[in-house]
């Protein structure tokens, strides 16, 4: 969803321009970022255990994930890094909206959490920093950017060899219209209006290619669920709508 890094194939600036408009608002659960903050217990679930089972960690403890350096692209306000730091990973935090990085530094300062934020493009910190990072997590980002296989590209050339991708974004059904649109932005208010376009979704065999051509093997996928009644976002197997996938760079 927010943060879009890019040159002009993986940037489409009225959408960062729409999210850095909304910076205030990234760490109150209650405005316009809810959704993010329901679903995030389920999306870390998903990134601590993909690492830990990928780079062969204990996964006991607090700090999980002590030792991996994780950069998160389109890192928006922060709502991932922190948890990523409390888990141990050295993490550095990536968007092009200045608005969102500063309001991230503000957080993480009162946090007392170390956690490297840069404004910029994906492809500015491959110049300097190609092959850096163990693990690259771009979640709810996928789906607002012109051209998602260029895009792919930039992160993985920012994984080292043998370094893990992590996504997380929005299939291209009808399923998907009603609940995530219609539902989400229409009816629920969850999101703003506006915040998605549906051709823009995508699935996950698309998702698969573009990683292939990217030089990442065949991601291991989990949906993402939402249960109404308990008002909690889950993994399981239904990927109509929302899911997430993992997948490893050669090496």
């Not at 051209?147 to 009808?174: E, H, I, K, W, Y």
């Not at 823009?200 to 051509?213: I, M, N, Q, S, W």
């Amino acid at each position: 969803m927010p943060g879009l890094p890019g040159d002009s194939r993986t940037l489409d600036r009225e959408e960062v321009d729409r999210f850095a408009r909304l910076a205030s608002e990234w760490w109150d659960p209650t405005a316009k970022f809810r959704a993010l903050h329901k679903i995030g217990p389920a999306r870390l679930t998903f990134l601590r255990d993909e690492m830990v089972r990928h780079f062969r960690l204990a996964g006991g403890g607090l700090r999980p994930l002590a030792g991996l350096r994780v950069l998160d692209v389109g890192c928006g306000g922060g709502l991932i890094c922190e948890p990523l730091a409390r888990l141990g990973a050295r993490v550095t935090g990536l968007d092009p909206a200045p608005e969102a990085i500063e309001a991230a530094r503000r957080h993480a300062a009162g946090q007392g959490l170390d956690i490297d934020y840069r404004a910029g493009r994906v492809e500015e910190l491959a110049a300097g920093e190609a092959e850096a990072f163990d693990a690259v997590t771009c979640l709810e980002v996928v789906e607002h950017v012109p051209d998602p296989a260029a895009f792919l590209a930039a992160c993985a050339a920012l994984l080292r060899p043998g370094g893990l991708m992590l996504l997380s974004t929005l299939n291209r059904t009808l399923k998907a219209y009603l609940l995530a649109i219609i539902g989400g932005e229409y009816v629920l208010r969850w999101l703003p209006v506006g915040t998605h376009q549906w051709e823009r979704f995508v699935t996950p065999d698309e998702l698969g290619r573009y990683l292939a051509a990217a030089g990442l093997g065949a991601p291991a996928i989990k949906g993402l669920v939402y249960n109404p009644f308990a008002d909690a976002w889950s993994l399981g197997g239904d990927t109509d709508v929302n899911y997430m996938a993992a997948a490893a760079k050669a090496g």
